[in-house]
């Protein structure tokens, strides 16, 4: 059974550092892109960027380049999403996904808190 | 940036209503659409991919087609499990935008 896990909610300070994970199984790991999508309270998703573990390739949507550091380790199969300095507006739910072109399978999803 | 604009944003509808939710792109990507369910506290999950075609395991029911830049979902027959939020998405060129979304609530 192909599935993505992810790491468990994380309680954070403005300015802490994080990674979270999304780890894969069921499939070979290194033949799918994993993309990152971030969704706020009560709002919609938002793309945040993709990585091929194959190679390290690593793409980011406009909107959160430079904000946030994606990367995979294919030894583990596992992607990272992760943040130098969190802001309380990094706080949201973030999903990794299998794509397919479209994102075919979902982790269950990693909340992020940050509060002083 | 593509942008995607889904409307309505809340949808009324009772058990056996046929439901159209329509997703517009700001230039032409294709058939390169995907429609997905979320509910409350749980991940999206897709239904269909390449704008018309039915993710395996998904009710007929539902339904999707369109080119270009218009697109729909159709829900042919409501169900009490399909009220949910429901999202486009576009991935044409290693870009990747959701429209906004659109609620579908119990009338």
């Known amino acids: 059974e192909v599935q993505l896990v992810q790491s468990g909610a994380e309680v954070k300070k403005p300015g802490e550092s994080l990674k979270i994970s999304c780890q894969a199984s069921g499939y070979k790991f290194t033949g799918y892109w994993i993309g990152w999508v971030r969704q706020m309270p009560g709002q919609g998703l938002e793309w945040v960027g993709i990585v091929f573990p194959l190679d390290y390739d690593v793409r980011y949507s406009p909107s959160f380049e430079g904000q946030v550091t994606i990367s995979a380790d294919k030894s583990v199969s596992t992607a990272y999403l992760q943040w130098n300095s969190l802001k309380a507006s990094d706080s949201a739910t973030y999903y990794c996904a299998r794509l397919e072109g479209y994102m075919g399978v979902w982790g269950k999803g990693t909340t992020v808190i940050v509060s002083s | 940036d593509i942008q995607m604009t889904q409307s309505p944003s809340t949808l009324s509808a009772s058990v056996g209503d046929r439901v159209t939710i329509t997703c517009r792109a700001s230039?032409?990507?294709?058939?390169?659409l995907a429609w997905y369910q979320q509910k409350p506290g749980k991940a999206p999950k897709v239904l269909i991919y390449r704008a018309s075609i039915l993710i395996t395991g998904v009710p007929s029911r539902f339904s999707g087609s369109g080119s270009g830049t218009e697109f729909t979902l159709t829900i042919s027959s409501l169900q009490p499990d399909d009220f949910a939020t429901y999202y486009c998405?576009?991935?044409?060129?290693?870009?990747?935008?959701f429209g906004q979304g659109t609620k579908v609530e119990i009338k």
């Open positions: 998405q576009q991935y044409d060129n290693f870009l990747w935008t």
């Open positions: 230039q032409s990507i294709s058939d390169w």
